[in-house]
């Protein structure tokens, strides 16, 4: 099986920077992704880490250690948009299956 | 087109009603998804179509039946319900690539109340 763990909640202050981590435990591995929602909206995809390494997209990066079984997502020049739930995300062996995280709820206030 | 619709965005029923969520993709995306969200919680995934035939069924009740009629069209019947099945029920698609699973587009979701 898989489990994916992050913290409930993170609060910042505008233009500030923040980690939200994951940390995973899985039977097959095939990479983190992470994903957006805003309250009664959609997941949007973020990023996606196959490798280890960090991952840059704006003022978005995601790293992914597989020998630590850990992830993080970072947000820099934190804006009031920002505030949503964040998950990671990974596909089970076989591909087709993808688990989300428990997800953090990041509270950005001015 | 690069989104996923979902009709319709609420809907209020019966324990003893019969309705139908659709969603539409024109994305050319092979693998659709129905997954459902409990306030607060991740999406859980519910049923997974891969060139429109029912590949994954996470154990879902049979009051819930997934329907793929064609490459750009699911659909989920609804029978008989529990209001424990209240949730926002989110559809979404992806390339068949083992890269593709990973990045899912989601549709804006239908938010369900049984009463």
């Known amino acids: 099986g898989q489990s994916l763990e992050q913290p409930s909640e993170v609060t910042a202050v505008e233009g500030a920077i923040v980690q939200i981590n994951c940390t995973y435990q899985?039977?097959?591995?095939?990479?983190l992704s992470w994903y957006q929602q805003h309250d009664g909206g959609a997941p949007t995809f973020l990023s996606y880490?196959?490798?280890?390494g960090l991952e840059e997209t704006g003022r978005f990066s995601s790293f992914l250690s597989r020998s630590d079984s850990y992830g993080y997502l970072l947000l820099q020049e934190l804006q009031m948009k920002d505030s949503a739930s964040y998950f990671c995300a990974s596909v089970n062996t076989g591909f087709q299956k993808l688990v989300f995280g428990t997800g953090t709820r990041l509270l950005v206030s001015p | 087109d690069t989104e996923v619709t979902q009709t319709p965005k609420h809907l209020v029923m019966g324990m003893t009603n019969k309705k139908s969520l659709k969603c539409e993709q024109h994305?050319?995306?092979?693998?659709m998804y129905w997954y459902k969200q409990k306030a607060k919680k991740p999406p859980e995934l519910m049923f997974v179509?891969?060139?429109?035939?029912?590949?994954i069924n996470e154990s879902v009740p049979s009051r819930f039946s997934p329907e793929c009629p064609n490459s750009s069209l699911l659909n989920l019947h609804l029978h008989a319900l529990q209001p424990e099945d209240s949730a926002l029920y989110l559809c979404?698609?992806?390339?068949?690539?083992?890269?593709?699973?990973?990045?899912?587009?989601f549709g804006p979701g239908t938010r369900l109340t049984v009463l």
């Open positions: 880490n196959a490798l280890d």
């Open positions: 899985t039977s097959g591995f095939y990479g």
């Open positions: 979404a698609s992806s390339p068949p690539t083992s890269g593709g699973y990973n990045e899912q587009f």
């Open positions: 179509y891969s060139y429109e035939k029912l590949s």
């Open positions: 994305m050319g995306h092979r693998a």
